[in-house]
């Protein structure tokens, strides 16, 4: 069975500094990897996604996550972050075939003025 | 294109009283599902669906059932609600192989 480690569950950054958040996940198959993210008492959005191609994917308001298949790894990054980040960050994995996501336990990210 | 819509946004319950949730698409997906969301555990299959007249047990399925009547439509029942079942439910849908987009959520307390 497949499964998503998100060892951060709170990060708090200053604005305008960079940030990743970490995700590692596990599985016996190939997988697609994905970033939601949840605003204060709304649902969840999507950020990006991994499917195939290049392992750099870009997403929505500024952030990027890069695949590594030999580290089993998904990290997001923004290289600068403002106030309106501050939310709370899944990562998520599906695997071939499937159309489940298996989501991780979320990293808060708190934005510092 | 209202996406996805969850009924009622907020509920309170007695133990051992029942309801049932609404979730509404209208992208055409086939494919729906049920999650709980609790501090520190993400998100957790509940149930899901396939297509109409279709559905399957997720990771906690114990409690709860659901039915998929209508294509657009998937509902979440509680039959006799515990305290244990206090948390935020969302709804998704998705075509296949394509993103799950998610409702606004519905929090919900048992007393």
């Known amino acids: 069975a497949q499964s998503v480690t998100q060892l951060d569950s709170q990060v708090p950054v200053f604005e305008e500094a960079p940030v990743e958040l970490r995700c590692n996940y596990s599985?016996?198959?190939?997988?697609?990897l994905f970033w939601y993210v949840q605003y204060p008492n709304q649902g969840l959005q999507l950020l990006l996604k991994y499917l195939s191609g290049s392992t750099l994917v870009k997403g929505i308001n500024g952030f990027e996550a890069e695949f590594n298949k030999s580290q089993t790894s998904f990290h997001l990054r923004k290289p600068s972050v403002h106030i309106s980040d501050t939310a709370e960050y899944f990562c998520?994995?599906?695997?071939?075939?499937?159309?489940?996501?298996?989501f991780g336990t979320g990293t808060r990210l708190t934005i510092i003025p | 294109n209202a996406g996805v819509t969850q009924t009622p946004k907020f509920r309170v319950l007695k133990t051992g009283q029942s309801m049932t949730l609404l979730c509404a698409q209208d992208?055409?997906?086939?494919?729906m599902y049920w999650y709980r969301q609790d501090p520190g555990m993400g998100l957790r299959l509940i149930h899901y669906?396939?297509?109409?007249?279709?559905?399957a047990k997720g990771e906690v399925p114990d409690g709860y059932n659901v039915s998929r009547l209508k294509k657009q439509n998937f509902l979440l029942g509680l039959e006799s609600a515990a305290p244990s079942q206090t948390s935020v439910y969302f709804c998704?849908?998705?075509?296949?192989?394509?993103?799950?987009?998610f409702g606004p959520g519905t929090r919900l307390t048992v007393l």
């Open positions: 669906s396939v297509g109409e007249g279709t559905t």
């Open positions: 599985s016996s198959v190939s997988v697609y």
């Open positions: 992208m055409n997906h086939e494919y």
């Open positions: 998520a994995v599906r695997l071939f075939g499937n159309e489940k996501l298996t």
């Open positions: 998704a849908s998705s075509s296949y192989g394509d993103t799950q987009y």
